[in-house]
Nanobody, 114 residues
Framework: VQLQAYGGGLVQAGGFLRLSCAAS????????MGWYRQPPGKQRELVAT???????NYADSVKGRFTISRDNAKNTMYLQMNSLKPEDTAVYYC?????????WGQGTLVTVSS
């Protein structure tokens, strides 16, 4: 199983970005995909998750600004990030959890300038 994340970049505060994560390999129909981030000098933290059934979970810090979505047919997940803040600056990672195993993609850097 491989995950490929992309879409990061440099954006001004108040701007928006859309991250994508494509999963390949043997993907079970029942799974949970999610976005996590690691700000500079801090630990990795949850951003949002979405199950294959559509249930979502968001960190309080991004509720109302970020939207997670997925295309199960394409095994692809998205993160629409609006009203970005400098504190959203981090390396963003995608993760898939299925059959009691987790797989991580490489990170994509999001930098929000003030």
């Amino acid at each position: 199983v491989q995950l490929q994340a992309y879409g990061g970049g440099l954006v001004q505060a108040g701007g928006f970005l859309r991250l994508s994560c494509a999963a390949s390999g043997r993907i079970f129909s029942s799974n949970t995909m999610g976005w996590y981030r690691q700000p500079p000098g801090k630990q990795r933290e949850l951003v949002a998750t979405m199950s294959s059934g559509g249930s979502t979970n968001y960190a309080d810090s991004v509720k109302g600004r970020f939207t997670i979505s997925r295309d199960n047919a394409k095994n692809t997940m998205y993160l629409q990030m609006n009203s970005l803040k400098p504190e959203d600056t981090a390396v963003y990672y995608c993760r898939i959890f299925m059959a009691n195993r987790q797989y991580w993609g490489q990170g994509t850097l999001v930098t929000v300038s003030s």
